[in-house]
């Protein structure tokens, strides 16, 4: 029961022990922002949308690295919502960086013409991957790309997380389901993780 509990924080963050999920997120996290945003490639004016933003130091570290961009975010937790616009606060009253506070399968307010989508420790949350990578799909522009890193199988079920938060997915369903959803080159490589990039249209 307290393990559901505790993994269930990382999934949606909240009350006083959120607070210390978020803390652990910052930490264990760093490393991965940093080699998804080198593979994400930015460039001045490109749009971007980060799903599951939890403290807002992605949207951060590339707001800063690329003053050109434009930013945006949803995360279903209050409470990251809150943090993250405390830590983008200068950003958000620039325009520079908009977040939202709802579930991305759910939420119809979002545009459809970004550049790169990202996401980090979040595929395992999703209980079907066709509906999410659908949406991923029609939000990009033709030229866009959706780039996600994850833990390896293996990894979790070694972490013995419950079945009940986490969804297991081998490298292998997710490219399937990227694949089915429309995205045209799926690439991925293995670093402490596996990182995924699928570009919707190859031309």
Same mark, same amino acid.
């Given at each position: 029961? %307290?393990?559901? #509990?505790f993994a269930s924080q990382f999934k949606?963050?909240?009350?006083?022990?959120?607070?210390?999920?978020?803390?652990?997120?910052?930490?264990? @996290?760093?490393? @991965?922002?940093?080699?998804?945003?080198?593979? %994400?490639?930015?460039? /001045? !004016?490109?749009?971007?949308?980060? &799903?599951?933003?939890? /403290?807002?130091i992605g949207i951060r570290t590339i707001i800063?690295?690329?003053?050109?961009?434009?930013?945006?975010?949803?995360?279903?937790?209050?409470?990251?919502?809150?943090?993250?616009?405390? !830590?983008?606060?200068?950003?958000?009253?620039?325009?520079?960086?908009?977040?939202?506070?709802?579930? #991305?399968?759910?939420? /119809? =307010? %979002?545009?459809?013409?970004?550049?790169?989508?990202?996401?980090?420790?979040?595929? !395992?949350?999703? @209980?079907?991957?066709?509906?999410?990578?659908?949406?991923?799909?029609? %939000?990009?522009?033709? +030229?866009?790309? #959706?780039?996600?890193?994850?833990?390896?199988?293996?990894?979790? &079920?070694?972490?013995?997380?419950?079945?009940?938060?986490?969804?297991?997915?081998?490298?292998?369903?997710?490219?399937?389901?990227?694949?089915?959803?429309?995205?045209?080159? =799926?690439?991925?490589?293995?670093?402490?993780?596996?990182?995924?990039?699928? +570009?919707?249209?190859?031309?």
């Open positions: 029961m %307290l393990k559901n #509990f949606k963050p909240r009350g006083l022990f959120g607070i210390f999920t978020s803390n652990m997120m910052i930490k264990g @996290n760093q490393k @991965n922002y940093h080699r998804l945003i080198i593979d %994400l490639n930015v460039q /001045p !004016y490109n749009k971007i949308l980060e &799903i599951g933003f939890g /403290p807002g800063e690295a690329c003053p050109a961009c434009t930013v945006h975010g949803i995360d279903f937790s209050k409470l990251m919502y809150k943090k993250a616009s405390k !830590y983008n606060e200068q950003f958000i009253k620039a325009e520079r960086v908009k977040l939202y506070c709802a579930d #991305f399968l759910k939420e /119809p =307010v %979002l545009d459809n013409n970004y550049d790169k989508i990202f996401c980090l420790n979040v595929v !395992y949350f999703w @209980n079907e991957l066709k509906t999410p990578f659908e949406k991923v799909w029609s %939000l990009l522009k033709k +030229t866009g790309s #959706f780039h996600i890193y994850m833990a390896d199988k293996k990894f979790l &079920i070694d972490k013995k997380a419950p079945d009940s938060i986490f969804n297991k997915y081998s490298i292998e369903q997710v490219v399937e389901a990227l694949q089915s959803a429309g995205f045209e080159n =799926v690439d991925y490589y293995t670093e402490k993780g596996l990182h995924i990039k699928a +570009t919707k249209y190859s031309g």
